[in-house]
Nanobody
Framework: EVQLVESGGGLVQAGGSLRLSCATS????????IGWFRQAPGKEREAVSCFSNSDGRTKYADSVKGRFTMSGGKNMAFLQMNSLKLEDTATYFCAGVEDVYDCYLRPAEYDDWGQGTQVTVSS
């Protein structure tokens, strides 16, 4: 069973930075993907970024390109968030899926989810 635990959320002023971590366990294969997603109150869960361990590729949602950077591997994943904006306020989740050769910016593609960590950006 794949388990994921997020940490690193908090309160930050607009323009500041935060680094989220996702500790993972249970990936039995090297062909897996990890995604970061976020959900604000009253809104649908949306993709932030994803990483494919098979080819090392990373993808980003247009809203975070140039500001967020995802990194990591089999045991940890990170999301470095710079130049934070008010609209980045949300609960951030990491998610995992095995036996894949790509990563996906769609929540429905992922089987396992962490509990989330809150990010609040203030003015």
């Amino acid at each position: 069973e794949v388990q994921l635990v997020e940490s690193g959320g908090g309160l930050v002023q607009a323009g500041g930075s935060l680094r989220l971590s996702c500790a993972t366990s249970g990936f039995g294969l090297d062909d897996f993907a990890i995604g970061w997603f976020r959900q604000a109150p009253g809104k649908e869960r949306e993709a932030v970024s994803c990483f494919s361990n098979s080819d090392g590729r990373t993808k980003y949602a247009d809203s975070v390109k140039g500001r967020f950077t995802m990194s990591g591997g089999k045991n940890m994943a990170f999301l470095q968030m710079n130049s934070l904006k008010l609209e980045d306020t949300a609960t951030y989740f990491c998610a995992g899926v095995e036996d894949v050769y790509d990563c996906y910016l769609r929540p429905a593609e992922y089987d396992d989810w962490g509990q989330g960590t809150q990010v609040t950006v203030s003015s």
